[in-house]
């Protein structure tokens, strides 16, 4: 038996006003994308964006339903509409923000695991790493440079694929 260990790795800026400005301007267009948030049950607002290779930049943001399991998050709402939509134009960057006013947030929120999968699966079909940035808007800043860096066991068997 071999005790195995994963260390993950991230940078953590004190503030957006740390970033690159590619990286800080694509931070707001998150915060744009909460104005489209349609999330009467949560009452909590996520917004991502997406910047493509061509500059591109696509919004998107959490679509809840009185159906509950019926809505989606706003990574997936991107991914999927870059899947349907832009495929050809790879994903360099992905930002994602929250915002509520039940609570304060004081770090930045995560990916759930489904859409922590299908960001893999992006990845994949573009056949190169996505950087995320997970931005508090009252706090720090989180970058990843890849989605294997949050899941790094990821259901991926290369035999499904052709
Ligand atoms: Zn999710």
Known sequence: MI????????KEYTSINELPD??????NE?????DTSHSPYSHFKVGAALQLKSGT????????????????CAERVALFNWGANHADDAIITMAVTAQ???FDLLKPITSCGACLQVMAECEKIQNTPMRVLL????????????????LPFLFFEDRLTH
């Open 57 to 72: 930049i696509l919004r998107a943001s959490n679509q809840e339903n009185v159906a509950y399991p019926s809505g989606l």
């Open 135 to 150: 931005y508090c808007i009252n706090g720090p800043v989180w970058v990843v440079d890849g989605v294997q860096s949050f």
């Open 100 to 102: 509520t006013n039940d």
């Open 22 to 27: 590619a990286d800080k301007a694509l931070c």
């Open 30 to 34: 998150a915060v744009k994308a909460l």
């Open 3 to 10: 005790d195995k260990q994963i260390n993950i790795a991230f």
